[in-house]
């Protein structure tokens, strides 16, 4: 009995969990969803667009107070809800990012051949104002977090939840204030590597994400000194993904799949967002010797999380072929 009861507490957490999928698939739907980031939400002093965000939330969360009588449910359901939202404007930036990226490769083309077509930049042009633009996406987050914390007197357990959700928004924030020039902290390096953290560890990821982000602010000389600095710290992102992945393939392996609220894991959303894209998904696979037979040869994928070197080490003087072995078999590959 006592399992059977155990079975339908955790079914029905899951399913409070999950009613935020069908919150943001109704947001997604509304007038002023496709407005952030756009030349309205640019030019919104007054940041209608966060505003109408959280009083759709409001709305939902009313509905579902009174469907929920459970206090650990609507708890349950709020927290999915927080985490949501905060993915919600982490895609819609990124989005904004990939806009831009498709409109700089468009234009390069064009400049190439000019019996193309003018490329309309209407909707996907870099941020006019960075200084203003951060400004706006700091008020952004301000109002979202503030109406959360407004539950956290009904809803005591959320109140780590908010700190932690909006502690990702927030760097995703300070790593467009470095590229902006307007941080007070201006260390590229400390925003990069808690930026990997706080997203997956998958370094090619990393890189991606801050590439966009720089997109979005600087000119392409700029972003070609920021990609010499990210190329700096690759190592020390490296090894914080190295270590961090060596102690949680078992704890993983134990997890069910019905422990996972859909739509809620950073790594499986951003791997959605840059599904396809020629910076993260080449060169999954390398071919290389097998180290215990040269006569073998073996392709084998290698965990993304960790860039490996492909052709040549500098440092090391050895064919990159042999770090690729070192990684995926350890001492006997050497």
């Not at 003018?118 to 109406?147: G, H, L, Q, W, Y």
């Not at 953290?197 to 370094?203: E, L, P, Q, S």
């Not at 894991?265 to 080449?282: F, P, Q």
């Amino acid at each position: 009995m006592n399992d059977l009861l155990s079975l339908y507490t955790s079914d029905a957490v899951f399913a409070a969990q999950s009613a935020h999928i069908y919150v943001f698939e109704s947001i997604a739907e509304s007038n002023f969803a496709d407005d952030f980031f756009s030349s309205l939400w640019e030019n919104d002093t007054q940041n209608y667009t966060a505003q109408s965000l959280v009083v759709a939330i409001d709305e939902h969360l009313s509905e579902m107070s009174t469907c929920l009588s459970n206090d650990l449910l609507y708890s349950k359901a709020v927290s999915a809800i927080v985490k949501a939202t905060i993915r919600f404007y982490i895609r819609r930036l990124l989005f904004k990012a990939g806009q831009v990226r498709k409109l700089q490769k468009a234009r390069t083309r064009s400049m190439r051949d000019p019996t193309k077509k003018k490329v309309d930049d209407t909707m996907s042009r870099p941020f006019e104002e960075s200084f203003d633009i951060v400004r706006r996406i700091e008020a952004d987050i301000k109002i979202m977090k503030t109406f959360f914390e407004g539950m956290v007197p009904r809803i005591p357990p959320i109140s780590r939840v908010i700190e932690h959700e909006f502690s990702i928004l927030v760097t995703f924030q300070e790593c467009l204030n470095v590229a902006a020039g307007v941080s007070l902290d201006s260390s590229f390096a400390a925003f990069a590597t808690v930026l990997h953290k706080k997203t997956g560890r998958n370094v090619r990821m990393t890189k991606t994400i801050i590439d966009d982000l720089w997109r979005l602010v600087v000119n392409s000389k700029e972003r070609h000194r920021m990609r010499s600095e990210l190329k700096k710290i690759g190592p020390e992102l490296n090894k914080i993904s190295m270590l961090c992945n060596k102690g949680q393939t078992e704890s993983l392996s134990e997890l069910s799949e019905r422990a996972e609220v859909p739509g809620l894991d950073m790594k499986s959303i951003l791997k959605d967002i840059y599904s396809g894209d020629d910076r993260i998904d080449d060169h999954n696979k390398v071919h290389f010797p097998h180290p215990f037979d040269k006569k073998k040869t073996k392709e084998k994928k290698i965990d993304t999380n960790v860039e490996v070197d492909r052709w040549y080490d500098r440092e090391s003087e050895q064919p990159r072929h042999i770090k690729v072995a070192e990684a995926v078999w350890g001492e006997q590959g050497k």
